[in-house]
T-cell receptor, first 112, second 113 residues
Framework: EDQVTQSPEALRLQEGESSSLNCSYT??????LFWYRQDPGKGPEFLFT???AGEEKEKERLKATLTKKESFLHITAPKPEDSATYLC?????????????FGQGTILTVHP | DARVTQTPRHKVTEMGQEVTMRCQPI?????VFWYRQTMMQGLELLAY????????DSGMPKDRFSAEMPDATLATLKIQPSEPRDSAVYFC???????????FGSGTRLTVV
């Protein structure tokens, strides 16, 4: 059974204080690892997909990296508008047709 | 921007009543998912469809939940009878070919009293 564990559960940062969120996973043949952002009262919003170890993707102040066992979401010089819950999910290879298994999320709060 | 539309946004109902949630996937997306989100369990997959055919509904309590896709523009999730433990936010998401990041709807917040 696929498992995804995110840490920390909650993270408080000062504006401009860079940090990283962790996503550890266990899956039988990774097809893809996904990062989503979720704001209160809204559905998750797609950020990145990573497919193979060593891959990196960037979007504004966010950079996602992938190893064979975990992924990191690095946040550089965060702003208050980056406050949200960040969700990690894995997609198993084979004929799963896109089914994702999600972690519990990291609640990020950035104080001005 | 293309959106996944869910209705209703909020629903409060009494225990034992039937609840129907609806989802309009993005045009051209052939895979539709139903997820439930709670504080304790996070996002749990309930069921999903590809080209309108159900692929997996093992996450749903079979005795009370049912999911259907009457056509390519509508997916429904029904709970009958509803129970207080069904209180959660129910999300629909759609994807093309199932191999890319889903697009989620805004969810239906269900409260069963």
């Amino acid at each position: 059974e696929d498992q995804v564990t995110q840490s920390p559960e909650a993270l408080r940062l000062q504006e401009g204080e860079s940090s990283s969120l962790n996503c550890s996973y266990t899956v039988s043949g990774l097809r893809g690892l996904f990062w989503y952002r979720q704001d209160p009262g809204k559905g998750p919003e797609f950020l990145f997909t990573l497919y193979s170890a060593g891959e990196e993707k960037e979007k504004e102040r966010l950079k996602a990296t992938l190893t064979k066992k975990e992924s990191f979401l690095h946040i550089t010089a965060p702003k208050p508008e980056d406050s949200a819950t960040y969700l990690c999910a894995v997609q198993e290879g084979g004929t799963s047709y896109g089914k994702l298994t999600f972690g519990q999320g990291t609640i990020l709060t950035v104080h001005p | 921007d293309a959106r996944v539309t869910q209705t209703p946004r909020h629903k409060v109902t009494e225990m034992g009543q039937e609840v129907t949630m609806r989802c309009q996937p993005i045009l051209g997306h052939n895979t539709v998912f139903w997820y439930r989100q709670t504080m304790m369990q996070g996002l749990e997959l309930l069921a999903y469809f590809r080209n309108r055919a159900p692929l997996d509904d093992s996450g749903m309590p079979k005795d009370r939940f049912s999911a259907e896709m009457p056509d390519a523009t509508l997916a429904t999730l029904k709970i009958q009878p509803s129970e207080p433990r069904d209180s959660a936010v129910y999300f629909c998401a759609s994807a093309r070919d199932g191999n890319y990041g889903y697009t989620f709807g805004s969810g239906t917040r269900l409260t069963v009293v």
